[in-house]
């Protein structure tokens, strides 16, 4: 107990100076967590009228449910898989995801961004930042692109073919957003984050996959970071698409219902 608690003061220490160093970088950072927010609060609403649901955002069992799905990503956050057959060694796969489209399917968008910001903050919380904040809103923000994308699309109805649809969906806005996102912001900010030249890390690219070119970050995120997301995207839709029905009269408290129903179509055949 006193080495975890000491572990977690040098983490706390950590992000204070992190923090210290980058104010306006993690002011942006609160400022994106905000925006997707409260555009899923807004996209969330829309789907509930289309659909003609009144009902409230959160729910104590939503919040409730909310901290558990946060937990369990924050959890598969930390077991990364490295994708060293195509991309350089500090590109890893990790399902974390996962609990999270599932929390939000069944809870909606608007959910889905807290799953995101809890699950960075928990992070945070037990292993600190090693990347000055850079790292976790990457994660948030490509996670983000995912799970907004999906569960916008299965909000505004609710069908099994609506999900696989949702799920095609978000899987190519992660493909396409993270693949972006790394040439234009993640890339650049990591070369000046560990002071090295940017030439440096697409070098590393080429020695493991032929498809990349020197000196090109356009052929380094098509070759390298593409195949990630799009691996990723798939994964944690299969799995999604296999596990979610039977889950989701558990996860809004209508185990007893669908018992009943069950019963019923029974008695009919």
């Given at each position: 107990?006193?080495?975890f608690?000491?572990?977690?003061?040098?983490?706390?220490?950590?992000?204070?100076?992190?923090?210290?160093?980058?104010?306006?970088?993690?002011?942006?950072?609160?400022?994106?967590?905000?925006?997707?927010?409260?555009?899923?609060?807004?996209?969330?609403?829309?789907a509930?009228?289309?659909r003609?649901?009144?009902?409230?955002?959160?729910?104590t069992?939503?919040?409730?449910?909310?901290?558990?799905?946060?937990?369990?990503a924050?959890?598969?956050?930390?077991?990364?898989?490295?994708m060293?057959?195509?991309?350089?060694?500090?590109y890893?796969?990790?399902?974390?995801?996962?609990?999270i489209?599932?929390?939000?399917?069944?809870?909606?968008?608007?959910a889905?961004?807290?799953?995101?910001?809890?699950?960075?903050?928990?992070?945070?919380?037990?292993?600190?930042?090693s990347?000055?904040?850079?790292?976790?809103?990457a994660?948030?923000?490509?996670?983000?692109s995912?799970i907004?994308?999906?569960?916008?699309?299965?909000?505004?109805?609710?069908?099994?073919?609506?999900?696989?649809?949702?799920?095609?969906?978000?899987?190519?806005?992660?493909?396409?957003?993270?693949?972006?996102?790394?040439?234009?912001?993640?890339?650049?900010?990591?070369?000046?984050?560990?002071g090295?030249?940017?030439g440096?890390?697409?070098?590393?690219?080429?020695?493991i996959?032929?498809?990349?070119?020197?000196?090109?970050?356009?052929?380094?995120v098509?070759?390298?970071v593409?195949?990630?997301?799009?691996?990723?995207?798939?994964?944690?839709?299969?799995?999604?698409?296999?596990?979610?029905?039977?889950?989701?009269?558990?996860?809004?408290?209508?185990l007893?219902?669908?018992k009943?129903?069950?019963?019923?179509?029974?008695?009919e055949?």
């Amino acid at each position: 107990m006193k080495e975890f608690f000491g572990k977690f003061a040098t983490n706390m220490q950590g992000l204070g100076e992190a923090l210290k160093k980058n104010v306006p970088f993690v002011l942006t950072f609160l400022g994106i967590i905000v925006a997707l927010f409260l555009i899923a609060l807004l996209l969330e609403k829309l789907a509930q009228k289309k659909r003609g649901v009144n009902e409230k955002i959160f729910t104590t069992r939503k919040v409730a449910m909310i901290g558990m799905f946060s937990a369990i990503a924050t959890i598969l956050m930390m077991i990364e898989i490295p994708m060293t057959l195509f991309a350089p060694g500090f590109y890893k796969l990790d399902f974390s995801e996962l609990p999270i489209l599932v929390g939000t399917f069944a809870f909606g968008p608007a959910a889905g961004v807290m799953m995101e910001f809890v699950k960075i903050v928990l992070k945070l919380l037990i292993k600190g930042t090693s990347t000055a904040f850079v790292g976790e809103l990457a994660n948030f923000a490509v996670g983000c692109s995912f799970i907004l994308t999906a569960s916008v699309i299965y909000n505004f109805k609710k069908t099994k073919k609506a999900a696989i649809f949702a799920c095609i969906g978000g899987t190519i806005v992660l493909t396409v957003f993270g693949t972006a996102f790394n040439a234009v912001y993640l890339l650049p900010a990591f070369a000046k984050l560990y002071g090295m030249p940017l030439g440096d890390i697409l070098a590393m690219g080429a020695e493991i996959n032929p498809l990349c070119k020197p000196n090109s970050i356009v052929s380094f995120v098509v070759a390298c970071v593409a195949p990630l997301n799009l691996i990723k995207g798939i994964a944690n839709s299969v799995i999604v698409l296999l596990i979610y029905k039977p889950l989701s009269p558990i996860l809004k408290g209508d185990l007893k219902r669908a018992k009943e129903k069950k019963v019923v179509v029974k008695a009919e055949n």
